[in-house]
């Protein structure tokens, strides 16, 4: 049994932010130039909302695109990193899948949270996957807010040199983001395989806790070795999973990786055209220009704004990439039905607005 | 949902006093370590591990608390060769029980031979405020398809009452520097768990098909003396069958119910053919269930 995407529900928040802005905001300006580097101009901001208020956002416009209602769902999963839904506040309990599920109307759903840093919402799939298939649940939802602002500007506060390990910290932007999954009726579309591995061996690369000089959360991020290390391993990954979908580079429509920054993208992708010794289709999505690293969000963002502008179509093969703190290397193959379709109705008719 | 997933391994690491804090990595790693042994396994066989404990050494918040866990029990760390997913699940103390749940779905597609679920606490804050946070502890059980389908899990249910969530919270507060625990428990609480105990008993039993006479022992989280001793009325079973270590087992947050298995079984061996309930209190407030099959 498939499952699918019944619906897609995505909410950035009104301010943006530059680049230039932020880094002006820095007390020891990096000498980089970040934008450059990054290819990320811009992001959006929350101000006044936190994490648990962006999921439910997002959480709201999916319903309003599905066909099911709030009490319909069985399951809600969470997949937010950062749970920061008070202001200098990060939650351990209860479960903010909860807390969005009552927002939302779902309150008889079956609710928890999961976490594996930026890989949630695709580990989540996974696990609401097994649910479906093991008749435990009939539809779900897997939604994810991320408020990644305050570790930026706390690099803002302390960044120091360079080579600063809160450099990676600047390329965060906030979103929220919501699927929900149910059986998928026709056998040829809906996720093909999904495919996690950890390599806990590099558990060391990335990590975010709260800051030892101050007040505020961090995150440090060994980034070139995270790159260079992630990018000698997903290739066979990338591989394997075309080869188990019976895929092959020339059927796919678009590949969405996670959106770290233009630059760890291209260097992905370069590292698979090595592995398979041609050239990749140029069908690599990035919205890193305009969200930033929206963590666990990032694929479901790029999703919306590339089925928004037309560029993704029902009926198009997608490979969405991941890599994350851990790490985890993650992959799914995606065939879409109509909701690219029934998505840009419903924003046209300004229902998700 | 159908039987057939057991468990083949528990391990504990148990709250009492140490000379060093060893944190809730440390105890996860210590809890699955003995898990894996008592399940005669090796951890290369461990193909999902998901972590369900609430608070984190230093408040890491990522990468998942798993990958730590997965590295220090040596399981498939590098990309070659068999391979792991790690990943953390939360919903407070009855996280062991989703994960159980979670787990025995994703065996029971076939693609898995085991998967190894820990928890633990570990505080490593000595500045925490509020309601006292709970003692160090770990557990870890190992989940498999059972030889006989007739055994093992049978029905799960989850209750959640999001309307009393703020009666029970842990957070860091990252106004401080180093980030500081909060722990806030509401006097009302154990009420409140004891309303949802009946209705979430009711269901689990319903999925699993049995009624209330076929239970041979209920296996609660151990929440404080008094609570275990008003248990049985809201559940309506007798007390003879509640497991009460509370004299011995402080209430452990994520890990209670399985030490309580584990000290179940440790002092009378469960034979074939019995069956227990066991339940989790959490925050949300969410009370679950679990029907097993010896």
């Given at each position: 049994m498939k499952i699918r995407i019944e619906s897609l529900g995505a909410y950035l928040p009104e301010k943006v932010l530059t680049m230039e802005e932020l880094l002006a905001s820095c007390r020891r300006r990096p000498p980089w130039d970040l934008e450059r580097i990054t290819g990320i101009r811009e992001r959006r901001v929350a101000v006044g909302e936190y994490a648990v208020d962006l999921a439910v956002q997002a959480a709201r416009r999916a319903l309003a695109l599905s066909r099911y209602r709030a009490s319909d769902l069985d399951v809600v999963v969470c997949a937010s990193i950062s749970k920061h839904h008070r202001e200098d506040e990060f939650h351990y309990?209860?479960?903010?899948a909860g807390r969005v599920a009552r927002e939302i109307g779902a309150g008889s759903a079956r609710v928890f949270d999961v976490v594996n840093a930026c890989a949630g919402m695709l580990t989540g799939i996974y696990v609401l996957q097994g649910l479906i298939r093991a008749g435990e649940a009939r539809c779900g939802m897997v939604v994810s807010g991320e408020h990644n602002m305050p570790l930026a500007r706390t690099a803002t506060r302390e960044l120091r040199h360079r080579f600063d390990g809160q450099m990676a910290a600047l390329t965060l932007g906030d979103g929220g983001a919501a699927i929900i999954i149910d059986a998928s009726p026709d056998p040829s579309s809906g996720f093909h395989q999904l495919d996690l591995v950890t390599g806990a061996r590099h558990d060391h690369y990335c990590y975010s806790r709260p800051s030892r000089r101050g007040p505020g959360g961090i995150l440090i991020t060994k980034a070139r070795s995270f790159q260079i290390t992630g990018n000698k391993h997903f290739p066979a990954y990338f591989k394997e999973i075309l080869d188990r979908s019976g895929w092959?580079?020339?059927?796919?429509?678009h590949i969405i990786p996670h959106q770290v920054s233009a630059r760890a993208v291209a260097n992905g992708v370069k590292a698979v055209a090595r592995y398979y010794g041609c050239l990749l289709p140029p069908c690599t999505r990035v919205s890193a220009d305009l969200y930033a690293n929206t963590t666990t969000t990032s694929h479901f963002l790029a999703l919306h704004r590339f089925i928004l502008d037309g560029t993704v179509a029902s009926g198009d093969n997608v490979l969405l990439v991941s890599g994350a703190s851990g790490i985890v290397i993650a992959h799914a193959t995606y065939t879409f039905d109509d909701l690219p379709e029934r998505y840009r109705g419903h924003w046209a008719s300004g229902g998700a607005a | 949902m159908k039987r057939g997933v057991w468990i083949a391994g528990v391990g504990a690491s148990l709250p009492g006093f140490r000379l060093f804090r060893r944190g809730s990595v440390a105890r996860a790693v210590e809890a699955g370590r003995r898990c894996l042994a008592d399940a005669g396994r090796r951890p290369a066989e461990v193909g999902v591990l998901i972590h369900a404990g609430v608070t984190r050494d230093y408040h890491v918040?990522?990468?998942?608390n798993a990958a730590y866990i997965q590295h220090g029990l040596g399981i498939?760390?590098?990309?070659?060769?068999a391979r792991t997913l790690s990943f953390d699940l939360g919903n407070g103390g009855c996280g062991m029980l989703d994960a159980a749940h979670v787990l025995s779905a994703l065996l029971r597609e076939g693609t898995l031979r085991a998967g190894l679920i820990t928890a633990s606490e570990g505080n490593a804050d000595l500045r925490a405020k509020g309601a006292r946070p709970c003692p160090e502890s770990g557990a870890a059980i190992l989940l498999e398809l059972s030889p006989r389908p007739e055994t093992g899990f049978g029905g799960f249910a989850f209750h959640t009452r999001g309307e009393h969530a703020d009666m029970a919270k842990t957070v860091v507060s990252l106004a401080e520097t180093r980030g500081r625990l909060l722990t806030h428990r509401d006097p009302g609480l154990e009420e409140r768990w004891l309303e949802m105990a009946g209705p979430v008993v009711d269901a689990a039993l319903a999925r699993d098909g049995i009624t209330r006479g076929q239970i041979d022992r209920v296996i609660p989280a151990q929440i404080s003396a008094d609570f275990l001793a008003r248990l049985p009325p809201a559940i309506g079973l007798p007390a003879e069958k509640v497991a009460d270590f509370s004299g011995s087992l402080p209430d452990t947050l994520s890990t209670s119910v399985f030490l309580a298995f584990h000290r179940e079984r440790e002092q009378r061996p469960l034979l074939p053919g019995k069956t227990v309930l066991l339940l989790a209190f959490g925050s949300g407030l969410t009370a679950a269930a679990a029907t097993y099959h010896f």
């Amino acid at each position: 049994m498939k499952i699918r995407i019944e619906s897609l529900g995505a909410y950035l928040p009104e301010k943006v932010l530059t680049m230039e802005e932020l880094l002006a905001s820095c007390r020891r300006r990096p000498p980089w130039d970040l934008e450059r580097i990054t290819g990320i101009r811009e992001r959006r901001v929350a101000v006044g909302e936190y994490a648990v208020d962006l999921a439910v956002q997002a959480a709201r416009r999916a319903l309003a695109l599905s066909r099911y209602r709030a009490s319909d769902l069985d399951v809600v999963v969470c997949a937010s990193i950062s749970k920061h839904h008070r202001e200098d506040e990060f939650h351990y309990e209860p479960a903010t899948a909860g807390r969005v599920a009552r927002e939302i109307g779902a309150g008889s759903a079956r609710v928890f949270d999961v976490v594996n840093a930026c890989a949630g919402m695709l580990t989540g799939i996974y696990v609401l996957q097994g649910l479906i298939r093991a008749g435990e649940a009939r539809c779900g939802m897997v939604v994810s807010g991320e408020h990644n602002m305050p570790l930026a500007r706390t690099a803002t506060r302390e960044l120091r040199h360079r080579f600063d390990g809160q450099m990676a910290a600047l390329t965060l932007g906030d979103g929220g983001a919501a699927i929900i999954i149910d059986a998928s009726p026709d056998p040829s579309s809906g996720f093909h395989q999904l495919d996690l591995v950890t390599g806990a061996r590099h558990d060391h690369y990335c990590y975010s806790r709260p800051s030892r000089r101050g007040p505020g959360g961090i995150l440090i991020t060994k980034a070139r070795s995270f790159q260079i290390t992630g990018n000698k391993h997903f290739p066979a990954y990338f591989k394997e999973i075309l080869d188990r979908s019976g895929w092959t580079l020339d059927d796919l429509d678009h590949i969405i990786p996670h959106q770290v920054s233009a630059r760890a993208v291209a260097n992905g992708v370069k590292a698979v055209a090595r592995y398979y010794g041609c050239l990749l289709p140029p069908c690599t999505r990035v919205s890193a220009d305009l969200y930033a690293n929206t963590t666990t969000t990032s694929h479901f963002l790029a999703l919306h704004r590339f089925i928004l502008d037309g560029t993704v179509a029902s009926g198009d093969n997608v490979l969405l990439v991941s890599g994350a703190s851990g790490i985890v290397i993650a992959h799914a193959t995606y065939t879409f039905d109509d909701l690219p379709e029934r998505y840009r109705g419903h924003w046209a008719s300004g229902g998700a607005a | 949902m159908k039987r057939g997933v057991w468990i083949a391994g528990v391990g504990a690491s148990l709250p009492g006093f140490r000379l060093f804090r060893r944190g809730s990595v440390a105890r996860a790693v210590e809890a699955g370590r003995r898990c894996l042994a008592d399940a005669g396994r090796r951890p290369a066989e461990v193909g999902v591990l998901i972590h369900a404990g609430v608070t984190r050494d230093y408040h890491v918040c990522e990468p998942a608390n798993a990958a730590y866990i997965q590295h220090g029990l040596g399981i498939n760390v590098e990309f070659h060769g068999a391979r792991t997913l790690s990943f953390d699940l939360g919903n407070g103390g009855c996280g062991m029980l989703d994960a159980a749940h979670v787990l025995s779905a994703l065996l029971r597609e076939g693609t898995l031979r085991a998967g190894l679920i820990t928890a633990s606490e570990g505080n490593a804050d000595l500045r925490a405020k509020g309601a006292r946070p709970c003692p160090e502890s770990g557990a870890a059980i190992l989940l498999e398809l059972s030889p006989r389908p007739e055994t093992g899990f049978g029905g799960f249910a989850f209750h959640t009452r999001g309307e009393h969530a703020d009666m029970a919270k842990t957070v860091v507060s990252l106004a401080e520097t180093r980030g500081r625990l909060l722990t806030h428990r509401d006097p009302g609480l154990e009420e409140r768990w004891l309303e949802m105990a009946g209705p979430v008993v009711d269901a689990a039993l319903a999925r699993d098909g049995i009624t209330r006479g076929q239970i041979d022992r209920v296996i609660p989280a151990q929440i404080s003396a008094d609570f275990l001793a008003r248990l049985p009325p809201a559940i309506g079973l007798p007390a003879e069958k509640v497991a009460d270590f509370s004299g011995s087992l402080p209430d452990t947050l994520s890990t209670s119910v399985f030490l309580a298995f584990h000290r179940e079984r440790e002092q009378r061996p469960l034979l074939p053919g019995k069956t227990v309930l066991l339940l989790a209190f959490g925050s949300g407030l969410t009370a679950a269930a679990a029907t097993y099959h010896f």
